[in-house]
């Protein structure tokens, strides 16, 4: 326990106040400056450890709660807390609570990039009722005796982990720790809730590995498989997908079938439709639209990656209605070779489309019936919304999932409809 004699001078007493970007709540300095402090909830009076300094601004760790928010709980995981295991921001707090902070996250994006008073409901999704045991794919660090762990929050530094609790169970009984993977800097595992082995890819700066771990998973390292299998099998509404070592796939175990129907209902697809579906990773959406078209309709899927390109091919197999276009989604390609596209759908990385590739789709004319941006990050989401409204184009609708739980982290399924309709 610290008394207020023996508190360091790093050591600050704080109210907290409203979540920020970043899985922190913002609070005041005793000099006046904001504080980012993790570990903590709105309306807490905590101490906090400053741990990072900036002009502007502090970064704290709350290391002691003084007055405890009745959302607070006690952590699912051995290692989330200060100093410890960065992946997850809000292992102390209440599923519902966690939600709340996402919906006010959201909201305030919304407002302060794109101009909209607007506040949406976080959805539950089915899979993890307790918010844990649902990532099907992990990226460990691996420290340089070849231990596998989770890197701390904003640092190099790695936390010794084996069995991480929000990862599923096919992810913890691969049982990556049982191996020493000398020579390796990064492994990412993946493994589908379908069957099928897992699959790891190691990532290192050497030109060999230090022996082949036996273990029962499939092993590709520098785009080559040291031991099969290199793809894992994800199936969608009867539908299997092969998603290669490496390529994007959707982590929750829901997301793909709760964001297809999310895309599917918002778009209102018809038979013999022109669709176009940018960043279409290894076809998710692509073959979801093109059942819906069918043979008279055309789904046009960009995608920039080879890897996820061939896979794509692969799932889309047997479509004759599939063009893929393997290119980076810009101004260009979408004035060029979506061909007056009747629906939209965007599902860019983190980094979001940008607003040249925005105003290049609500520039499209005739514009599409509808478009569907889907997002992981309120932020870019809201910016490039804010250049769908500035071009007369309306938000009809948009929803939220808990696809991340535990962490800071929602997603977005926005429909935009034309200054017309
Ligand atoms: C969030 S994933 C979405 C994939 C797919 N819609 C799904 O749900 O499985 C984004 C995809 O966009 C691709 N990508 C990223 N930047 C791109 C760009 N500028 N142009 C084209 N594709 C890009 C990535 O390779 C990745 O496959």
């Given amino acids: 326990m610290v008394t207020p004699s023996t508190v360091p001078a790093d050591v600050v007493e704080l109210e907290v106040g409203a979540i920020a ?86 909201a305030e994006q919304l407002s302060r990039l794109a101009g909209l008073d607007l506040r949406v409901a976080v959805e539950e999704v089915p899979g993890a009722p307790d918010g844990l045991g649902w990532r099907t794919r992990v990226t460990f660090a691996v420290d340089h005796h070849g231990r596998i762990g989770l890197r701390r929050h904003r640092s190099h530094d790695i936390e010794p982990i084996e069995h991480c609790p929000i990862a599923t169970d096919r992810v913890n009984d691969a049982s990556l720790g049982a191996h020493l993977w000398r020579g390796a800097r990064q492994l990412e595992v993946v493994a589908s809730p379908d069957g099928g082995k897992p699959v790891v890819l190691v990532e290192t700066g050497k030109d060999r590995l230090d022996g082949l771990p036996g273990l029962d998973v499939g092993i590709v390292w520098k785009g080559r498989t040291l031991r099969a299998p290199d793809h894992v099998q994800f199936e969608v509404d009867t539908v299997r997908f092969g998603v290669g070592a490496g390529v994007f796939w959707q982590v929750h175990p829901s997301a793909a079938p709760v964001l297809t129907a999310a895309v599917l209902s918002g778009l209102e697809a018809r038979t013999g439709d022109r669709v176009a579906d940018l960043y279409a990773g290894a076809g998710l959406f692509t073959v979801a639209l093109a059942r819906v078209v069918g043979p008279t309709g055309t789904v046009v899927a960009v995608e920039r ?54 105003a290049a789709l609500v520039g499209l004319d005739p514009p599409p019936r509808r478009i569907a941006y889907v997002s992981c990050e309120p932020a870019p989401f809201a910016r490039d919304l804010a250049v769908a409204l500035g071009a007369g184009w309306t938000l009809g609708s948009l929803r939220a999932f808990d696809l991340f739980p535990m962490t800071e982290h929602v997603e977005l399924v926005g429909i935009l409809e034309p200054p017309s309709a």
């Fill in 21 to 106: 970007a970043g899985g922190g709540c913002v609070a005041r300095a005793p000099d006046g400056r904001v504080v980012f402090v993790r570990h903590c909830l709105p309306g807490e009076r905590v101490r906090a450890l400053i741990t990072s300094e900036a002009t502007s601004y502090l970064r704290a760790d709350a290391i002691e709660v003084l007055e405890a928010s009745p959302d607070r709980v006690e952590p699912g995981c051995s290692h989330a807390g200060p100093g410890r295991c960065g992946g997850c921001d809000f292992q102390h707090v209440a599923l519902p609570a966690q939600r709340r902070l996402k919906e006010d996250l959201v």
């Fill in 305 to 358: 990656s080879g890897p996820a390109v061939a896979d794509l091919r692969r799932n889309a197999t047997g479509l004759g209605q599939v063009e893929i276009v393997r290119a980076d989604v810009t101004p260009a390609v979408v004035g060029r070779r979506l061909g007056r596209p009747d629906l939209i759908v965007l599902d860019p990385a983190r980094a979001g489309a940008g607003r040249d590739v925005m």
